[in-house]
């Protein structure tokens, strides 16, 4: 501990000296990518050794602490101009030290709270902080917003999949527009920079404003997505029901004897397909139609399209040559008096 730290006198807690806080400071916790909202419940892990002190030192006194949200998240060990200035007073319901040695805290959301100058002599952050508190704003304006939270994070909820009712049911039931605004917020897929903006907005109305703009695009693609997933399922359904289908067919045609004869039709196919001495690049092709065929449904168009395509390959006299000399000028001739009349 530092010499210059405020302390406590020795055994002033049944332990060694204990680190005073003034009144109006606070226990500060950088955190990475995470924003906890008034009203929120939620865990945060903690790893760093000045972050491990400072919840111990909070935990030791019964002291809430402030959440401050970094503004570089690659950063190990955050200095002052490296955390945001509005942060969320928590108080810690729970400390878990699991067996790997990680800490866990399970912290509530109190209220808001603004940096105004940070302290020095502590091992860990310590700030002189004001605490913002909502305004209690009432009004026609603000309960039409509150009653567009409600329908709009309802919506949103139902739209998800797997939503517990009790969510749905407690969102319906709240009566304040700005405590209603801090859950969306804290519940909304957007990034955490996005989310500060939503905290340093102190005036409930243009936070709820805000939030309602968030939730309309929210919205959006949630139905984008389960319009998505729908033809997505109808599509493989209907493949599904297509396999089925000429699976039964297949069966079916064994039964009464007609699948050998189709086995044995496709057997002559790669016969005349070998006898024909195609040039290699029309042989592989071929096979590769033959190949296609077995897989088709024998009712479909396209099987007879393609079965009449191989035969057609099939007849061409590849390997077969005419004797006597090709002269061309006679063909030239041929062909004019043909396409000219004359």
């Given at each position: 501990i530092p010499d210059n730290a405020p302390q406590e006198p020795e055994g002033a807690r049944g332990g060694g000296p204990v680190l005073v806080v003034p009144d109006d400071a606070l226990i500060l916790i950088p955190v990475r990518n995470l924003v906890l909202f008034p009203g929120m419940i939620l865990p945060v892990s903690v790893g760093r050794e000045l972050s491990i002190a400072a919840a111990q030192q909070a935990v030791k006194t019964d002291k809430p602490v402030g959440l401050l949200l970094q503004t570089n998240p690659e950063v190990d060990t955050p200095r002052p101009g490296e955390l945001h200035r509005v942060g969320t007073i928590a108080q810690i319901l729970?400390?878990?030290?699991?067996?790997?040695?990680?800490?866990?805290?399970?912290?509530?959301?109190?209220?808001?709270?603004?940096?105004?100058?940070?302290?020095?002599?502590?091992?860990?952050?310590?700030?002189?902080?004001?605490?913002?508190?909502?305004?209690?704003?009432?009004?026609p304006e603000l309960e039409a917003r509150l009653m567009q939270l409600r329908e709009r994070a309802t919506e949103a909820l139902r739209l998800l999949p797997d939503t517990p009712k009790e969510l749905v049911q407690a969102v319906q039931s709240y009566t304040s527009a700005a405590a209603l605004a801090d859950l969306v917020s804290g519940f909304l897929d957007i990034p955490p920079a996005e989310k500060q903006a939503l905290l340093e907005t102190v005036d409930v109305v243009a936070r709820t404003d805000r939030?309602?703009?968030?939730?309309?695009?929210?919205?959006?693609?949630?139905?984008?997505?389960?319009?998505?997933?729908?033809?997505?399922?109808?599509?493989?359904?209907?493949?599904?029901?297509?396999?089925?289908?000429?699976?039964?067919?297949?069966?079916?045609?064994?039964?009464?004897?007609?699948?050998?004869?189709?086995?044995?039709?496709?057997?002559?196919?790669?016969?005349?397909?070998?006898?024909?001495?195609?040039?290699?690049?029309?042989?592989?092709?071929?096979?590769?139609?033959?190949?296609?065929?077995?897989?088709?449904?024998?009712?479909?168009?396209?099987?007879?399209?393609?079965?009449?395509?191989?035969?057609?390959?099939?007849?061409?006299?590849?390997?077969?040559?005419?004797?006597?000399?090709?002269?061309?000028?006679?063909?030239?001739?041929?062909?004019?008096?043909?396409?000219?009349?004359?």
């Open positions: 729970r400390y878990v030290t699991t067996p790997d040695g990680t800490h866990h805290l399970v912290s509530q959301g109190e209220s808001r709270f603004r940096v105004i100058e940070f302290l020095d002599g502590y091992p860990f952050l310590v700030a002189r902080v004001e605490r913002l508190q909502d305004a209690d704003a009432q009004g939030v309602l703009g968030q939730l309309a695009k929210r919205i959006e693609v949630l139905k984008l997505s389960r319009e998505i997933d729908q033809r997505t399922r109808a599509t493989v359904d209907e493949r599904q029901r297509e396999f089925m289908l000429r699976e039964q067919m297949k069966t079916i045609q064994d039964q009464l004897g007609e699948g050998e004869g189709t086995a044995a039709e496709l057997a002559d196919l790669e016969k005349a397909i070998a006898d024909a001495k195609m040039p290699e690049e029309v042989d592989k092709h071929a096979r590769k139609e033959l190949k296609r065929l077995t897989r088709m449904n024998e009712a479909s168009a396209e099987y007879s399209m393609a079965r009449t395509y191989i035969e057609w390959l099939i007849e061409l006299p590849w390997s077969k040559l005419s004797e006597g000399a090709i002269d061309i000028a006679a063909a030239q001739r041929i062909l004019d008096e043909d396409h000219y009349g004359l």
